[in-house]
């Protein structure tokens, strides 16, 4: 069969039939990316749309303190009502201030921020939703396990296309959204990101905020073929997670969003529940790295639910290379 006919309830079905487990983490899978093209044609209308972008009539902060626009109230709506199907323990978003308990005697919870980087929504840059699957135990809290328990992880892109990125521990597919007949199909699988890379991304407006090692690093890319890496690199920043990861997927690279010296940025800025666990799930699972500069980030659980960690990932020895440069072994080196 050409993969290209391939639909993601298909795809997903032998997953799912394997165990219990299995079927209720693909529930959550399929109910969010239901939910997704809906939030995909509501993107795709922009001004013509009567959920428009910021609303300086309404405008408003999320619980974690970050402007809420009115498409990420919809977008968590859409979400939210999707998974009612699900049999959950417990969900959590990043517009909710507290997780949402379901069905104690669920396998698994799921967290998600429904409308990742909506404040680029008005410059039309590409936005999206990622998501969490984890197991759930009747003994412990939920939303306690480590990133390295996730079941499944996976986001959304809403750019040019419309591509659902996507694991379940075994690898990543692609999956891209056939506008015509609202279906998932896969375009792409067994993703591999390359160990070595000559492109960054990091928001460098910061810079006389970061710590050394992620000071030091950003010299040595900037001095190019001239300085100790003895290569031109490129950078890029598009301020938006989802963007950002997608390009190290298909074509290698690393990005960093480093903790830096401002009172609000020292424990990092990304969420670890439904930003920076998925995304380094998929980043390892892809044959990539994920680091906070000195922690594997699934080796993290969560003290709090909106608890903000740094995240640096992509080409795993360009991240290791940043992460001895945290530890200091490889200061001053030329």
Known sequence: ???????????????????????AVADAVCAIASASIDISELIGRGALSSSGGISNSRKSLNTDGDEQQVLD?????????ALNSVACAAIISEEMEEAELRDSSALITVAYDPLDGSSN????????????VFPHSAKGAVFDC????????????????????LTFGSGVEVFTL????????????????????????IN???????????????????????????????????ASLVAEAYRVLMRGGVFLYPRDMRSKYREGRLRLLYEAHPISMIMEQAGGAASTGRTRVLDLSATSLHQRVPLIMGSANEVSRIVLLHEGTMLGAQ
């Open 121 to 132: 929504i008005e410059t039309n840059v590409s936005v999206g939703t990622i998501f969490s």
């Open 1 to 23: 069969m050409d993969m290209n006919n391939i639909a993601l309830a298909t795809w997903i079905g032998s997953y799912a039939n394997t165990s219990s487990l299995n079927r």
């Open 146 to 165: 480590q990133g390295s328990e996730q079941l499944a992880a996976g986001f959304v892109l809403y750019g040019p296309q419309t591509t659902l990125v």
């Open 178 to 201: 056939d506008r015509s007949n609202r279906t998932y199909l896969l375009t792409r699988s067994g993703i591999s990101i390359p160990a070595d890379c000559a492109e960054f991304a």
């Open 73 to 81: 109230i919809q977008a968590d709506c859409r979400i939210r009502l």
């Open 204 to 238: 460098a407006s910061n810079r006389r905020h970061w710590e050394p090692a992620v000071r030091t690093y950003i010299d040595e890319c900037l001095f190019g073929s001239e300085g100790p890496r003895g290569k031109d690199f490129n950078m890029r920043w598009i």
